[in-house]
């Protein structure tokens, strides 16, 4: 599956907020992600993104703890960026 031809602009959007340091994700099995501080408009998109492996949590914390939100090597690839830090 190419990825890149699968995204809605809404979908790559929200990857470039993660790309630059702009999101957070909560803690759990259906992960919200926050921008600049808000709750991401489309909570559909955020959960598509988690389950794809395109986003990813920064680092483990507690249930529904939000923890800055990462692009994953799979979402750099969907943008077609390069990050220095990339969750594993």
Avoid: K, Y
């Amino acid at each position: 599956m190419d990825v890149r031809t699968e995204l809605n602009h809404r979908e790559r959007a929200t990857l470039r907020a993660v790309a630059e340091g702009h999101a957070e994700i909560s803690c759990s099995c259906e992960p919200d992600l926050f921008v600049d501080g808000l709750a991401c408009c489309d909570q559909h998109t955020a959960h598509r993104l988690a389950h794809l492996g395109l986003v990813a949590a920064a680092r483990g914390g507690r249930w529904g703890e939000r923890v800055p939100a990462l692009l994953t090597q799979a979402g750099a690839a969907a943008l077609g960026v390069a990050t220095p830090e990339l969750a594993a």
